[in-house]
């Protein structure tokens, strides 16, 4: 026998029962074909949440949400949590992934001559990076990378300048006092180069453990700019900063060339001012903090020392120089860097 709760409802009851349903139903067609209009851009980073390079992606998305409202839905996914540290730009050639942020060194294993890039005491401070990337020589860099990973750079982000950053406090003058020292790179032979080159034993680890390396004492230090190392609180377990500034790192905001084909111009045009915009956040934010922090370190129990800066720069630049990578770099273009005024 049928409970009374669950016999037919009387007639104006059902016809009211019907019209909600198919309001319902029309109402998760209509949310279904919006959501599937709109132009997904999956983003992945090994960035912490509180570092501009990640917060610089909120910029991204917002600026596309007002630019293009309803048109792209924007995924942030930080920490490494979508595709691990390195692994960015084969996950865009194959389509699983819209943008990210590259490095010089993540590109230099597919573009030779953007070696240079990766080289210590190459640029020289933010402001020349920024015209380096604006001018002919990113334009000609930036076509290689377009055709030989097919992914395309939008924008040039300054990750800052690399410092060194020890578990144990230690006198360190030139790269020879570096002899030993277990130095934490990113795990790739064009960064273990660098570590190699300010005279440590480079040894590589994804970014995600450093913090617990430092931490247990399975490396001695790690290289990194200096709001990285306050953004992933690396200076609660280390004991001092060197200032090496042996690398002013970028980032390039990078897209597949299958997600840019698949816009319209228009879209296109929004999609490279809101990378434009991000990057700019983040390096008007990044050079003031890198300002500042000092103090907070020292206020932190760091001690903070500053090496022989000519030691450092004569050692790194020979062995660069020196280098199978130099080879590829096409004659010229170290004078031509240099010149980016
Ligand atoms: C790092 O692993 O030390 C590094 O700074 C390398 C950069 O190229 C970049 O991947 C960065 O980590 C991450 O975005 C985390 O800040």
Redesign the pocket.
């Given at each position: 026998m049928q409970n009374k709760a669950t016999s037919h409802p009387k007639p104006k009851r059902r016809r009211l029962l019907m019209a909600a349903a198919a309001l319902g139903a029309g109402a998760l067609t209509t949310l279904n074909a919006l959501a599937q209009s709109k132009t997904v851009l999956r983003i992945s980073?090994?960035?912490?949440p509180d570092?501009w390079?990640a917060k610089m992606w909120t910029v991204f998305k917002d600026s596309l949400d007002k630019s293009a409202p309803g048109e792209f839905d924007v995924q942030i996914n930080l920490n490494a949590t979508l595709f691990k540290?390195?692994a960015e730009s084969a996950a865009m050639a194959r389509g699983n992934l819209e943008l990210a942020?590259l490095?010089a060194?993540?590109i230099a294993k597919f573009v030779p001559e953007f070696s240079v890039f990766t080289a210590g005491y190459m640029v020289r401070d933010p402001a020349q990076q920024q015209k380096i990337f604006q001018g002919p020589i990113g334009a000609e860099m930036f076509k290689a990378v377009a055709e030989k990973m097919d992914v395309t750079p939008l924008a040039t982000a300054y990750?800052g300048t690399?410092q060194l950053n020890l578990r144990e406090v230690r006198s360190v003058k030139t790269p020879a006092d570096l002899k030993g020292v277990k130095l934490r790179?990113?795990g790739s032979k064009e960064?273990l180069f660098l570590g190699e080159a300010l005279g440590a034993t480079a040894t590589p680890l994804?970014?995600g453990e450093?913090y617990l390396g430092l931490k247990t004492g399975t490396i001695d230090g790690?290289?990194?700019?200096l709001p990285?190392v306050r953004?992933?609180k690396f200076y609660e377990v280390t004991k001092q900063i060197v200032l090496t500034s042996h690398l002013v790192?970028s980032?390039f905001i990078t897209i597949s060339n299958k997600a840019l084909a698949a816009l319209t111009p228009t879209q296109r045009q929004k999609v490279m001012a809101a990378a434009q915009a991000a990057a700019q956040y983040n390096n008007d934010n990044r050079i003031k903090e890198e300002s500042q922090l000092l103090e907070f370190f020292r206020k932190e129990g760091l001690q903070v020392s500053t090496p022989d800066l000519d030691a450092f720069h004569k050692v790194v630049q020979l062995r660069y120089q020196n280098s199978d990578y130099a080879k590829a770099w096409p004659p010229g273009l170290v004078e031509r860097i240099n010149a980016v005024r």
């Open positions: 980073s090994p960035a912490v570092d390079h540290q390195g942020t490095s060194f993540d990750l690399r790179m990113p960064w994804a970014f450093v790690q290289d990194n700019p990285s953004a992933a790192d980032l």
